[in-house]
Every structure is written in C-alpha cells, then in structure tokens.
C-alpha cells in the first residue's frame, strides 16, 4: 500500500497563500458588494445615496459580477448627463478592459436615447469613445459595442431628418 503524504509546512504555506489571494480579492470590490447584498428593493434609493464614482464602480459590478446583469442602474448614472461624462471617461481611461468599455456604451447610450445629454452632437466624446471601441480585443463585444455606438451616432441623422 501506498501512502501519499503531505508536507504539513508546504501545505501551511499554501493554505496561507491562498487564503491571502482569496481576500485581497474580496476587498477591492466590498463597497460593490455590499450594495448588492442589501435588500433589492431598496436598490433604487440606495444608488442614488453614492458619488458619481461609486455609482459607476456599482453599475460595473453588477454588470460584470451578478446574474443576470443589473443593466437597469445605467439609467441613475445617465440621468446625470454631462456631470457624469467625466467619471465615465475617467474609468473608461483606468481600466479600459473589453468588459468596461461595453458595459460604460450602454451609459452613453441611455443618455441619448432619453435625450439627457446629445451623445451624438458631441464630436470629441465620439471620436474618444470610436478609440476605445476600436481598441477592443474580443471581437464579438467590440461588434456589439460598435453597433451601439453606432445606434448614437445615428439618433444625430434621425434628427437631423425630422428637422
């Protein structure tokens, strides 16, 4: 019979090590997760409580973090309009991961399409935005991002119809 053994220090250190990466993990995201861990009805209320930050780091979390994602907190930070463009950008220009980019679109999005803030008049924050679209490394999220830049780009032709 053979008898695997296992070196209590090695295995010491590795719990250790593992429980180390386990909660630096856990704490970058506390704020984030808490919000989520209280009552969901309250959801609402409690968004409107947090910064513009905190709110996008929020939004984020749900969108890459719960399932189903939680698309419905891009409406809070859009209702903001141009006051939260800058912290978007900001984000967008920290952490300009695949996930950030398309979950942040669909910000600019709701801001034109509840016409709070006209996405699609404002040629720097377009031509920023076609940047980060284009730098997108997974092809099947970069397709779908475009295509909602594309859907801002062409609320300005579908004005420019009707006028």
């Not at 008049?121 to 980060?132: E, G, V, Y």
Request: hydrophobic share 40%; charged share 20%.
């Amino acid at each position: 019979m053979i008898r695997n053994r296992i070196n209590p220090s090695l295995f010491i250190k590795f719990l250790g090590l593992l429980m180390i990466v386990l909660s630096s993990g856990c704490a970058n995201n506390s704020m984030e997760r808490n919000f989520f861990d209280a009552e969901y009805d309250q959801a609402g209320s409690r968004f409107d409580k947090y910064t513009i930050p905190e709110q996008i780091k929020i939004y984020l979390y749900g969108m890459q973090e719960v399932s189903p994602p939680i698309t419905v907190l891009s409406r809070p930070i859009a209702e903001q309009g141009s006051a939260a463009i800058p912290y978007l950008l900001n984000t967008l220009n920290e952490s300009p991961t695949d996930a950030n980019i398309k979950d942040l679109m669909v910000v600019f999005e709701t801001m034109q399409r509840l016409g709070i803030y006209d996405v699609s008049n404002d040629k720097q924050l377009l031509s920023t935005l076609s940047a980060f679209v284009t730098g997108m490394k997974n092809n099947i999220w970069r397709g779908y991002t475009q295509s909602t830049l594309t859907q801002i780009k062409k609320a300005n032709r579908e004005d420019d119809v009707q006028n």
